[in-house]
């Protein structure tokens, strides 16, 4: 498929990993050349996941074993974001993380206070758990339905996470959700992408511009919106969750500015235009 207009040449590339640069142990074909390509011209290269059950040196390692070595300065999750929000928005918070160890960690690391007392809890944080179990639903229930007291956040909106072969894990929604359903109460943050907390972090720590940017991934509604959220340009790579038919059906504001059947297509930019 030739992308939609001519692609310009950008100072910086924010990748999503799953479905873009690899899909379980693989990359995916004309990764490796990209990346290489771009390092070669002096381009900033950043990496950019909502899945919260991975840290940053995880997938720093993970790219690195797969080919791409990466610095971990060079990836950020959707849990940077969460962490930020409630040390900005709930300092004091009691929160409850329903989620694996990576999101513990990071609350801990931030000197975030974490309870389990469903009396105590401020806010309960709702995440990508393969460990979610009835007690956990039960708290929850108990902090915000029968003590009215806690608020619901979500590390990221993701359905599921892509898996070899068409398959896949449900994500954080399926745990929002599941909390939605018992006690009425909406989820009333978001983090990760389409979050503009994300980038806000990402241009703090990189200088990164965002006019001067390109967000690349496989989903509309978390990498092409986030991209229109944030003012970067757009390009979806057929390679993961999003086909032809979901495209045409996606509204404006997902719709990406170029589309790509191989995520090295951008390497053939238009150095003309800007």
């Keep these: 498929m030739t992308p939609t207009g001519p692609i310009p040449d950008f100072a910086s590339y924010v990748f999503d990993l799953d479905g873009t640069i690899y899909l379980g142990e693989a990359l995916l074909p004309g990764a490796q050349r990209l990346i290489e390509g771009l390092r070669e011209r002096g381009k900033r290269v950043i990496f950019c996941s909502n899945n919260p059950t991975k840290r940053p040196d995880e997938y720093a390692r993970k790219l690195t074993r797969l080919g791409l070595p990466t610095e971990v300065s060079d990836v950020y999750t959707s849990l940077a974001a969460t962490v930020s929000w409630i040390r900005r928005t709930m300092p004091d918070a009691a929160v409850f993380p329903i989620g694996e160890t990576p999101l513990v960690e990071a609350l801990a690391e931030a000197g975030i206070r974490m309870s389990d007392d469903p009396e105590r809890i401020d806010l309960v944080v709702s995440s990508y758990d393969r460990t979610f179990d009835y007690r956990k639903l039960q708290i929850a ?134």
């Design 141 to 274: 229930f108990d902090a915000l339905w029968f003590h009215r007291r806690a608020r619901l956040v979500t590390t990221n909106p993701d359905r599921f996470c892509p898996f070899p072969g068409g398959r896949g894990e449900p994500d954080a929604a399926c745990i929002t959700a599941a909390i939605t359903a018992g006690t009425q109460i909406e989820c009333e943050a978001v983090f990760g992408k389409p979050s503009r907390d994300l980038l806000e972090i990402i241009a703090t720590e990189t200088g990164l511009d965002p006019a001067t940017s390109v967000m690349v991934g496989d989903r509309l509604a978390t990498d092409m919106l986030f991209a229109k959220n944030t003012g970067m340009r757009s390009a979806l790579v057929l390679t993961g969750e999003t086909d032809l038919a979901l495209l045409d059906a996606a509204p404006l504001e997902q719709r990406p500015d170029f589309v790509l059947d191989r995520i090295d297509d951008l390497l053939d930019v238009d150095l003309a235009v800007h």
